[in-house]
């Protein structure tokens, strides 16, 4: 880690940065259709007739790829950019029997399509030329997407057809629904130029050396009292129920601002 030299003395310096002009946070509990990925083009689920329950494989799903479908200017708000996203999960679902054992398994993956509006300012064609890095060779009129995500599965379930003929014969399974927790981040940034105050360069700090011997590495450990005392349910979640909405230092930089404004 980078050990920066302070010094009482501190002057303005410009650097080029990824401003970002506006984000949103957004968590989604969403219930999705299940395709099937072994066949193209891809298909619903189609469940196996013994089929009495659906699960998701553990440590078997993921984001498998994010797609910037559309970035527009908003009609009705100047600077704004309606953004639209797709999401593809990935996954395995185990096929159980009546007895609860797995009589098959299949990849598979969902899709879902989210939209939100952000606050991107206004800009013009730029033409950049840098050795640095290829490939920048013109600043778009509109700001920079970035999107962070996570998301859980939560459950999986079996979708069923009313059966046409009568009798006691059980319903067959046709499709499969998942449900996904997806925690979503979305951000505009462009790149600018920017004055900060800077207080020079960091300087690292040497690198500590790691003994051969496993002892003496383990007997320099900090007795880890945490393993014998778990914490109590208050330290535990304490730092759960911080929410930046309740930030005071946020809500000192907003009317700061608007008492510049005014």
């Known amino acids: 880690m980078a050990k920066c030299s302070y010094t009482d003395k501190?002057?303005?310096?410009?650097?080029?940065?990824?401003?970002?002009?506006?984000?949103?946070r957004q968590q989604d509990c969403i219930e999705k259709l299940s395709y099937d990925t072994t066949v193209t083009p891809e298909v619903p689920v189609n469940p196996p007739n013994a089929t009495a329950a659906v699960?998701?494989?553990?440590?078997?799903?993921?984001?498998?790829?994010?797609?910037?479908?559309?970035?527009?200017?908003n009609?009705?708000?100047?600077?704004?950019?309606?953004?639209?996203?797709?999401?593809?999960?990935?996954?395995?679902?185990?096929?159980?029997?009546?007895?609860?054992?797995?009589?098959?398994?299949?990849?598979?993956?969902?899709?879902?399509?989210?939209?939100?509006s952000l606050f991107g300012s206004t800009g013009s064609n730029v033409?950049?030329?840098?050795?640095?890095?290829?490939?920048?060779?013109?600043?778009?009129?509109?700001?920079?997407v970035l999107v962070e995500a996570n998301a859980y599965p939560l459950d999986a379930t079996l979708g069923y057809t009313i059966p046409i003929t009568s009798g006691d014969?059980?319903?067959?399974?046709?499709?499969?629904?998942?449900?996904?927790?997806?925690?979503?981040?979305?951000?505009?940034?462009?790149?600018v130029?920017?004055?900060?105050?800077?207080?020079?360069?960091?300087?690292p700090k040497k690198c500590e050396e790691i003994s051969d011997d496993p002892c003496e590495y383990f007997n320099n450990l900090k007795f880890p009292f945490d393993i014998f005392d778990p914490p109590q349910k208050e330290d535990f979640f304490r730092n759960d129920d911080d929410d930046d909405d309740d930030d005071p230092c946020e809500k000192e930089y907003l009317e700061e601002d608007l008492d510049k404004e005014e």
């Open 10 to 24: 501190t002057k303005e310096e410009c650097i080029i940065a990824n401003k970002v002009y506006d984000q949103c």
């Open 55 to 73: 699960t998701i494989a553990p440590n078997s799903f993921s984001i498998s790829n994010i797609i910037l479908v559309n970035k527009t200017p």
């Open 75 to 116: 009609l009705l708000r100047r600077g704004y950019y309606d953004i639209e996203l797709k999401f593809s999960f990935s996954y395995t679902l185990e096929f159980r029997g009546s007895s609860g054992a797995i009589i098959s398994t299949l990849a598979a993956r969902s899709v879902f399509n989210k939209k939100v």
């Open 127 to 144: 033409n950049v030329f840098t050795d640095f890095a290829s490939g920048l060779g013109n600043l778009q009129v509109a700001p920079f």
């Open 169 to 191: 014969n059980p319903p067959v399974p046709n499709s499969v629904n998942v449900t996904i927790g997806l925690f979503t981040i979305i951000k505009l940034f462009r790149l």
């Open 193 to 203: 130029n920017l004055t900060v105050p800077s207080s020079g360069f960091c300087k």
